[in-house]
């Protein structure tokens, strides 16, 4: 296999990241629920961390290296690396040669729909060679400055559930009607009072289930807990926040931080690297590409 992926989906935006700067991260304009990058790095790059989200990407150049379930693993250009909703990870450049690579974010939520009523497909070997799953991918992640339009991502979606699927080390499981329906309640109810405290006793009251069985059905859905995914869609503004050029100070209030050090704490545990560093990424790319 090639240290290189040469393809002309990588042309444009992505090429101005690999000429312009050392390190960078470049994001594309996409709708809620999924999130577009190329980054580039040289040796380490992202600490130990989780995010309620799949990372699904292609390694383009280089050696992506990382730690995933207790062990190292190593993809190279081609291959298809997938991380499971909140688990822990890190990565980097696995040799000297730098990395390049392309990576989808997307929230379980968008993917439920796909599944007819089953679990999300746990895909635990996190580095998988598949031609088919590959070019899905890059359907996707090729033209990276162009935004995806509601009809090419509801069939996107469905090829990329048949390529996880395909993947995945045991049989999804069926969730029950109550537990999806409350789980789809609290996700609907958190994500529109993210920015405020959210107490226990106000999702009892919208599902009419305790919290101990709520927090149950929420994790089976989507992987996380209600705590984890209001968290993180604070994380969210926030990051929108510091690519505007916003003070860390104010996205910590505006985004429903107590303070700044309890913003950047909660940041660095999610991306694996604090809200200075990612703005100079962001930053980087955006200096040079001007």
Known sequence: MS???GSQAFEGLGRLCVDAAENCIISAPDPAGMERIEARFHGSAFELHRHDTYAIGV????VQTFRYLGATRHSLPGQIIVLHPDELHDGGAGTEDGLRYRMLYLEPSLMLDCLGGASLPFVRD??????AFRATL?????PLEQQLDELFIADFLAQLMQ???RHAGQPAKPIARTAWRAATL???YLAENFARPVHSGELEAITGLDRYALSRHFRAAFSTSPHRFLVMRRLQRARRMIAAGEPLAQIAIEAGFSDQ???IRHFKKAFGMT???WSSLIRGYAAAAA
């Open 3 to 5: 240290h290189d992926v």
């Open 59 to 62: 390694t383009l150049h280089g």
């Open 261 to 263: 050090s309890h913003f």
């Open 126 to 131: 996190g580095v998988v060679t598949d031609g």
């Open 186 to 188: 609290t996700r609907d």
């Open 275 to 277: 809200p200075g560093r």
């Open 138 to 142: 890059l359907s996707a992640l090729g």
């Open 163 to 165: 390529g996880l699927t």
